[in-house]
Nanobody, 123 residues
Framework: QVQLVESGGGLVQAGGSLRLSCAAS????????MGWFRQAPGKEREFVAA????????YYADSVKGRFTISRDNAKNTVHLQMNSLKPEDTAVYYC????????????????WGQGTQVTVSS
């Protein structure tokens, strides 16, 4: 089992920045991909970014490339999502997720989920 706890959400004006964190516990993450997903009201959950724990290879949705950066802190077993140049369309609940083995963009492929953190971007 992997336990995930997100933090760092909030309300920010368009153009501003937020940093989300996801603290992981329960298992060694060396064989895991850690992902960030988001879900806006009335919409499906969508992929935002992911990182391979062992190599730090990163993956991004086109909608956030150049604005968001995913990183990991080995010592703290934590994954961060730095979000810059935020737009109102980034408003959603952001979830941290983990899966072992092969990388997928699809949420249903991920085995472990955090409780989510709200990000609201005002115009």
């Amino acid at each position: 089992q992997v336990q995930l706890v997100e933090s760092g959400g909030g309300l920010v004006q368009a153009g501003g920045s937020l940093r989300l964190s996801c603290a992981a516990s329960g298992r060694t993450l060396s064989n895991y991909y850690m992902g960030w997903f988001r879900q806006a009201p009335g919409k499906e959950r969508e992929f935002v970014a992911a990182i391979r724990w062992s190599s730090s290879s990163t993956y991004y949705a086109d909608s956030v490339k150049g604005r968001f950066t995913i990183s990991r802190d080995n010592a703290k077993n934590t994954v961060h999502l730095q979000m810059n140049s935020l737009k109102p369309e980034d408003t959603a609940v952001y979830y941290c997720a983990a899966k072992s083995g092969v990388f997928y963009y699809t949420p249903r492929r991920y085995d472990y989920w955090g409780q989510g953190t709200q990000v609201t971007v005002s115009s």
